[in-house]
């Protein structure tokens, strides 16, 4: 059984840092592209930051300039480097993992259990 694990979450001052970490553990064949979300209170959840299996990324607009997103393949994790940290950037943060499990042909997407982000003025 996959499971995703998400680590990193905090209270931190505006203009602070943060780095979420998601390790992915279980019966895993390969693993593709790789995502952060977030999701404040009486919002919908939102994609902050994609990388592919080849490294290639994508921001949120909102984060652009501020936000990292990288992977480690040998440790199975996907990281959010969370720099310049805004009052705005308070959310519950998710990680989603597209994992291709052995003897299937497709990938399945896969849910942290979210951590809270919380950023003080």
């Known amino acids: 059984q996959v499971q995703l694990v998400e680590s990193g979450g905090g209270l931190v001052q505006a203009g602070g840092s943060l780095r979420l970490s998601c390790t992915a553990s279980?019966?895993?064949?390969?693993?593709?592209?790789m995502f952060w979300y977030c999701q404040a209170p009486g919002k919908e959840r939102d994609v902050v930051a994609s990388i592919s299996q080849i490294g290639t990324t994508n921001y949120a607009d909102s984060v652009k300039g501020r936000f990292t997103i990288s992977r480690d393949n040998t440790k199975k994790t996907v990281y959010l480097q969370m720099n310049s940290l805004e009052p705005e950037d308070t959310a519950v943060y998710y990680c989603?993992?597209?994992?291709?499990?052995?003897?299937?042909?497709?990938?399945?997407?896969?849910w942290g259990q979210g951590t809270q982000v919380t950023v003080s003025s």
């Open positions: 989603a993992v597209e994992i291709k499990e052995p003897g299937s042909k497709w990938f399945r997407s896969y």
């Open positions: 279980g019966s895993i064949l390969s693993i593709g592209n």
